[in-house]
């Protein structure tokens, strides 16, 4: 792109709304100027990655850019750059002002316990970090003599809800998370973090499970939360507008048009939710699988399927905040494709329902069922009614899964006194 064609095409003069100037070294091409500041300033309300936009994107958000001695002067329209980061899928919120409290149990050593705010624990001081890089902060408890007489690691591993928000009561916060640290046995140096996201009331707003290095899953999480934080707070940015995205190249426009054609309801935000089409469901079993990787985004799980189709099935997902946020998550994640818009291919499908070697056969077996009265004139039985029903059994064997020390469950059952479960 040429340097005076450029100018001349940003050359406009800022709007009322709020602006924001970087400048950058011309050694670097203006082209190159443009993206790595919009993606220095993106990266402060941003959760997702912001490297994947181009210049054919960024540049919408350009309101002017100016030669100030050897540095490029490039100028944004605040409003503009969090539209494009919408616009284009990526997750974004203004964050919270309100810490967000954490009652973590590291179970990957023999003497499990709280961490607490004094702790020199590394994941702890990782996942502060992370998580402002995400706009919010946490807060981990004083384990005073207050907090050590209504918690202790069996109250978060045994999924004691109730108990933690009236713990978490005295710190003042809108939200808590419940989360435990256990090592990966068979993989050095991996841990699993397990995780569940509440409000004040104890409600349970989502849920997650991160693996791998300390730093990895401290990264991960910290976004993972941030998404769900997002969904249920009011973000007055996030509730502007729901245009559909447009489409981004020809093979989408022939798959919209082709689910167009096909579709009986219309996809896109609705009152009380947002209608998406989800296509490479093989199994039934993918149903389910769908509802719980969206609850674990932090959406609600009365999802319901409205609609089946030979390009897919549709679900309705109930949203209160902007159908861009949802938009932008399945976008990003990884169970997911988005192929046009409100459409996405699910991508861990259970597969074509087939039977193997783990599978028996059907066994059909035939009753009658014969009611019978009595004459209470005659004293004689008589029948009234003779139904016949088929009962069908199919015997499947289940291969019991690998026992783990930290498992998600609703129950209040642990396997001793040291070592619980951490529910969803």
Request: glycine residues 6%; contains cysteine.
């Amino acid at each position: 792109m040429k340097f005076p064609y450029l100018l001349a095409a940003l050359a406009v003069v800022s709007s009322a709304n709020a602006a924001v100037t970087v400048q950058k070294d011309v050694s670097i091409g203006m082209d190159a100027a443009i993206v790595e500041a919009f993606n220095e300033i993106a990266s402060k309300q941003a959760i997702d990655d912001t490297g994947v936009l181009q210049l054919d994107r960024v540049k919408d958000a350009v309101s002017s850019v100016k030669l100030n001695g050897e540095n490029f002067e490039i100028t944004f329209d605040e409003t503009k750059i969090s539209s494009v980061l919408r616009d284009s899928g990526i997750a974004c919120w203004s964050g919270l002002s309100e810490p967000v409290l954490v009652w973590m149990t590291d179970v990957s050593s023999q003497d499990s316990s709280i961490i607490s705010a004094d702790s020199s624990s590394f994941i702890m001081k990782s996942l502060i970090d992370d998580a402002k890089s995400c706009q919010y902060n946490l807060l981990f408890p004083l384990m005073d003599l207050d907090d050590l007489q209504n918690v202790n690691d069996q109250t978060v591993l045994s999924h004691s809800d109730k108990l933690l928000a009236k713990a978490s009561a005295r710190y003042g916060v809108k939200f808590f998370i419940s989360a435990a640290l256990e090592k990966n046995s068979e993989v050095e140096e991996q841990v699993t973090f397990k995780w569940n996201v509440f409000d004040d009331q104890g409600k349970i707003l989502g849920n997650g499970e991160n693996t791998g290095s300390v730093e990895e899953i401290s990264k991960s999480a910290t976004k993972d939360i941030a998404k769900i934080l997002m969904n249920n707070t009011i973000d007055s940015q996030a509730q502007q507008g729901s245009n559909i995205i447009p489409l981004t190249s020809a093979d989408e426009q022939q798959t919209a048009s082709a689910v167009a054609q096909e579709e009986d309801l219309s996809l896109g935000p609705v009152k009380g939710g947002v209608r998406v089409l989800f296509t490479g469901i093989d199994n039934v079993a993918d149903y389910p699988a769908i509802s719980k990787t969206l609850v674990m985004y932090g959406y609600e799980s009365d999802v319901n399927v409205l609609a089946y189709q030979d390009s897919g099935v549709v679900f309705m997902i109930p949203t209160g905040s902007s159908p861009l946020i949802l938009d932008g998550t399945l976008s990003h994640a990884g169970e997911f494709t988005k192929i046009a818009p409100w459409t996405y291919k699910y991508n861990k499908s259970h597969g074509s329902v087939s039977a193997d070697g783990k599978t028996g056969t059907v066994t059909k077996t035939t009753e009658q069922i014969i009611t019978t009265d009595i004459d209470k004139y005659n004293g004689q039985a008589y029948t009234t009614s003779t139904v016949e029903r088929t009962t069908e059994i199919t015997q499947e064997e289940v291969v019991p899964a690998a026992k783990s020390n930290v498992t998600l469950t609703d129950d209040l059952e642990y396997s001793d006194n040291r070592k619980g479960s951490l529910g969803n």
